[in-house]
């Protein structure tokens, strides 16, 4: 059976066995050939191949509930369920999500997007189905990095104090995204090892059984003792003592193997633990030797590996860069990251400073607290994060940083649109919950020489400071006003007497060019940079309120609690002189996408820009076009 052939989970259930190994190397070949073109995650993919294909053989979906942590193993589930006709539309504007996804199948039941959930939602659906007397199975496919990240553990401690029937496959690679790191990642090599324990005692089992009267008498005794022996040397007690039955550990990619203990869970009324090791990136060389590197991978060519095409310089190395230069004469600097030392190029940081580097793995909260107490023993630490990321250590941001006004650094990679990982990754909600923070700071550069200066700036602010930047960095223009960074004072790039745009980071060029493009039409108006979102600069805004004229805000993020927000805020304190006319991401979740096709969606184009503009100051004129 070929993989189109398959509409639904059933269609595997009788193959047999050679046929369905036939089937996972067809499932990787998709796999491969598909990221190779749109992009995405493709070693924990291909390492979760026969798990997945397991799974679906033993239980029922969407009968039984599959939660996916982080849905970076998903894409085979996907290929199973009625997708596979789709798949080459993977994480592109339009086509299918490259995480799970409720509305695009019914054997989707949860959505997930950032790591160490899975436990949580999967805990909750088995209590709903308790609660309402229903019997299926809800099983959470979790990858050994996700175990990082503390809420794994809260879930775990809840699940097996309550004795919930429950089962959870540990996808056990020896990979989040970056290498695992902790004691923990120390706890599974010693499991690990104990596969070859499972083939030993298979042989000694076999061979006292062939003697005579005492065999099977001495079987029972070697038994007992092993139990005794493996607890003792394998420590598999920690899941046991957290209330959960432990099986494993097995190969991951034997179907055969992971049927039997998968069938033997279903047997069992009590939380269970299934322990599976696998090879990220099996069966791709490339992906095998550099894991890492094919976590998230852009389009590349599968015979060498390369990328297909070499972007633009990220924002986030030129942090990086500017913070190795600066910790060579200043030894409090640091550099902090959350199992994303590649993503966000904190690893260029790692190569010339190890010592002061930290990666804590998916652990932002604990990493935003670590950060606050560095600070207070008089440390400088920069946290290199994605914006999205960083919703996950709230808390730790106010309590523990903030309201401490200690010198905490965030350094908010990919914030704004454009990220082909969809909703779930879509940096659109820093300004909203850092701004009502007392003490923070808030930048967003216009382009990487203005980052640079804003990285010095921030320490010498002496305070909590966030410096927000998306995915790609730009070049400084020639074109404009180049004086010094100040903090909050924004810059004037072009005069105008009609009206004003106050554009933030992201928004600068586009604003420029249509301004510009406006100018041929009749309208003049001035750009100011403001490269400070908090505080505000109450100077220009003064300025002018004195002169009258329309004020527009434009900005990469959502418009409730952003930039434009904060501009109406304060016009209202100040006796609402200005006309304030906010432009930015309405107030709703974006899918995946390309930045350009996601910017004409939310009108933050340079046509959607000119138009929203035009409405304001020629609606009339705006009409005629339409």
């Keep these: 059976m070929k993989l189109m052939d398959i509409k639904q989970p059933d269609d595997i259930r009788q193959l047999s066995y050679a046929e369905c190994d036939a089937l996972a190397e067809e499932i990787r070949d998709t796999i491969i050939r598909t990221v190779s073109c749109n992009g995405g995650q493709i070693a924990s993919n291909l390492g979760a191949v026969e798990i997945t294909m397991a799974l679906h053989r033993v239980f029922h979906t969407p009968e039984d509930k599959f939660v996916f942590d982080v849905g970076h193993q998903s894409y085979t589930h996907k290929l199973l369920t009625g997708r596979a006709d789709r798949f080459s539309t993977l994480r592109q504007y339009g086509g299918l999500s490259g995480f799970p996804k409720c509305s695009e199948s019914e054997h989707d039941c949860f959505e997930t997007g950032h790591a160490s959930t899975a436990i949580s939602a999967a805990l909750g659906l088995a209590r709903a189905r308790d609660l309402t007397g229903d019997d299926h199975h809800v099983v959470a496919i979790v990858g050994d990095g996700a175990l990082t990240g503390g809420m794994c553990y809260e879930a775990l401690n809840d ?42 005692k298979k042989r000694v089992k076999y061979h006292l059984r062939q003697i005579p009267v005492i065999g099977v008498p001495l079987e029972k005794l070697i038994h007992s003792l092993k139990k005794s022996l493996k607890a003792l040397l394998l420590d598999e007690g920690f899941f046991t003592s957290l209330g959960f039955k432990y099986l494993g550990p097995i190969d991951g990619h034997d179907i055969r193997a992971m049927e039997k203990i998968f069938k033997r869970a279903c047997e069992l009324d009590e939380p269970v633990i299934i322990h599976c090791c696998t090879k990220k990136g099996n069966g791709y060389r490339k992906a095998e030797k550099c894991p890492e590197r094919f976590h998230g991978t852009p389009p590349f060519f599968i015979e060498s590996g390369e990328i297909q095409k070499h972007g633009p310089r990220l924002y986030g190395q030129v ?79 106010l309590h523990d940083v903030c309201m401490q006004n200690l010198p905490v650094v965030f350094l908010l990679d990919r914030a704004g649109l454009g990220n082909e990982d969809g909703q779930s990754h879509q940096g659109l909600f820093d300004i909203a919950f850092l701004r009502p ?190």
Aim: aromatic residues 8%.
């Design 437 to 626: 923070i007392p003490n923070m700071t808030i930048f967003a550069p216009a382009d990487s020489g203005e980052l640079t200066e804003m990285i010095r700036a921030a320490l010498e602010l002496n305070a909590p400071c966030a410096i927000r930047y998306p995915k790609n960095a730009v070049a400084p223009n020639a074109s404009y006003p180049t004086r010094p960074f100040m903090t909050g004072r924004w810059r004037s790039l072009l005069s105008g007497k009609d009206a004003a745009v106050l554009a933030v980071g992201s928004m600068i060029s586009p604003v420029l060019n249509v301004v510009q493009r406006l100018r041929d039409e009749g309208l003049e108006l001035e750009v100011v940079n403001a490269s400070t979102v908090k505080p505000l600069d109450g100077f220009c805004l003064s300025r002018l309120a004195e002169l009258g004229r329309p004020v527009f805000t434009v900005e990469e993020h959502v418009l409730e609690g952003g930039f434009g927000s904060s501009v109406l805020e304060y016009n209202a304190s100040h006796g609402g002189v200005l006309s304030i006319h906010p432009i930015g991401v309405k107030n709703r979740f974006i899918p995946q996408g390309d930045h350009r096709s996601l910017l004409k969606e939310v009108e933050l184009d340079e046509a959607g820009l000119r138009r929203q503009i035009l409405d304001v100051l020629k609606p009339g004129e705006l009409q005629d076009e339409r």
């Design 159 to 200: 699940c097996g104090n309550s004795k919930t029937r429950l089962i959870i496959v540990l996808n056990d690679n020896q990979m989040s995204i970056a290498k695992n790191v902790g004691a923990l990642n120390n706890h599974f090599a010693q499991l690990r090892a104990s596969a070859s324990w499972n083939i030993t």
């Design 319 to 397: 942090s990086a860069d500017e913070l190795v230069a600066m910790a060579k004469k200043d030894s409090r600097i640091l550099a902090v990251t959350a199992a994303m030392p590649s993503g966000t190029a904190a690893d260029r940081f790692k190569a010339k400073y190890p010592d002061r580097f930290f990666d804590v793995g998916i652990a932002e909260e604990h990493a935003v607290t670590m950060c606050a107490g560095l600070a207070r023993g008089g440390m400088r630490p920069f946290f290199f994060v994605y914006s999205t990321f960083l919703q996950r250590g709230y808390d730790q941001v």
